[in-house]
């Protein structure tokens, strides 16, 4: 108990210098920003999918064709899946950093949220931008 | 060498005078010579609506106890030497008063009393505060001003000194910082005592270093941490808007800088 009381230089700092780097600020304007984003085309996904005209039980193969057919539609669904992910993603990674007792723990468990993360990302985009509506079953 | 008594929880000792009512003071007591983890003892000690939390507890060492181990120094809630958590709320012992305690209808009262959270305790109720002080010195709490210095006083208007009134208060008892999740979690977060100390700096017309204190505070341990969980506010004997003075802080570096 001692020993940790008595320092070399009781008064030098012992943080790292500030390192000017904004990547705290960004990330922290990010999930202000991509919620805001999030809650009208979440809700607007809602709405259209269970919501207007006969609700869920029209979806099938050809509504989605239909629907992506339209770069509009293609846009809103890749911002949904990118936002969601990076918001949820950067959600998660400061959970982990508060709950994670271990460096070890915390480590392999930010190595699954990227890598998940990543195959998501990965494969949304790439369904959404090479969807074939004339796929034959 | 004074006479050693044994410590016991035999509090019939303790003097009470007309009017009190005894209360149960549960207190979370560590001792690291004796034990491997904390443990409660329980106490049951004549208290009158009048007195203070800490004068049940100088009851108890004076009378029963004198191992219970506790930070007093003025004892009028000025010094912040006794901030504990009094009902699981961080809360200095010399501000509570036993009449804001007492079970309604007459019902037996406890009081639970354990050392503030988030700082190792060395023994019973005191805690080790080198690790918020560091965080306190590391955003420079003091005047940098360069150039010549002035031959009479460095005058402010009236409302440049208003600008960061509020947060010239902190007593710096750690009440806020050791009720903050974050600061929990992660020791190395600056936590709110510091940030309040900061934002007294930074807002000071006469202060030449806001930016260097902002550099410090935009790091990764900075102001970006918090997560506006208003604990600190709730926690402040001081009245200080703990939170509200962290959000400006955010708010001058998201507009003012970049």
Redesign the interface.
């Known amino acids: 108990m001692s020993e940790s009381l008595t320092l070399d230089k009781p008064r030098s700092p012992r943080r790292p210098a500030a390192r000017r780097n904004n990547f705290e600020l960004y990330s922290w304007a990010f999930m202000r920003i991509s919620g805001l984003a999030l809650v009208i085309l979440v809700l607007g996904h809602l709405f259209i999918m269970n919501i207007l005209d006969d609700g869920v039980h029209r979806i099938n193969f050809a509504f989605v064709a239909g629907r992506w057919a339209s770069p509009f539609w293609q846009f809103w669904d890749l911002a949904m899946l990118w936002l969601a992910q990076l918001h949820g993603g950067n959600g998660l990674r400061t959970i982990i950093d508060d709950y994670a007792r271990k460096d070890t723990t915390r480590f392999w468990l930010k190595m699954l949220l990227y890598v998940a993360m990543a195959v998501i990302l990965v494969l949304g985009t790439l369904v959404i931008f090479t969807f074939d509506p004339n796929i034959t079953a | 060498m004074t006479a050693v008594a044994e410590p016991t929880n035999d509090t019939s000792q303790i003097p009470a005078p007309e009017g009190s009512v005894t209360i149960t003071v549960k207190i979370l007591r560590f001792n ?1 010579e004796i034990d491997n983890e904390p443990h409660w003892e329980s106490y049951d000690v004549p208290a009158l609506p009048t007195d203070r939390v800490l004068n049940l507890l100088m009851n108890i060492k004076n009378y029963a106890d004198g191992t219970l181990s506790f930070r007093r120094s003025c004892a009028h809630g000025i010094c912040g030497s006794d901030a504990m958590q009094i009902n699981g709320i961080n809360r200095l012992a010399c501000k509570v008063l036993v009449k804001d305690l007492l079970a309604k209808d007459g019902k037996q009262t406890t009081v639970t009393v354990a050392p503030i959270k988030g700082l190792p305790t ?1 023994k019973d109720l005191y805690v ?1 505060m ?1 690790p918020f002080f ?1 965080a306190f ?2 955003v420079k709490p003091y005047l940098i001003a360069y150039g010549n210095e002035p031959t009479n006083e460095r005058y402010q208007s009236v409302a440049d000194r208003e600008r960061f009134d509020d947060t010239t208060k902190c007593i710096l008892c750690a009440c806020c910082t050791s009720s903050c ?2 600061y929990w ?2 020791g ?1 977060y600056f936590g709110p005592a510091a940030i309040v100390n900061a934002h007294r700096f930074i807002f000071d017309s006469r202060d030449e270093a806001a930016e260097e204190r902002l ?2 505070l ?5 102001v ?2 918090c997560r506006t969980t208003f604990n600190c506010t709730d926690a402040c004997p001081r009245g200080i808007q703990v939170t509200k003075a962290i959000q400006e802080v ?1 708010r001058a ?2 507009f003012k800088r ?1």
């Open positions: 690291p060395m080790d080198e560091e010195r590391a999740p974050v979690a992660d190395s550099d410090i935009n790091d990764t341990e900075g970006w941490r955010k570096l998201l970049t």
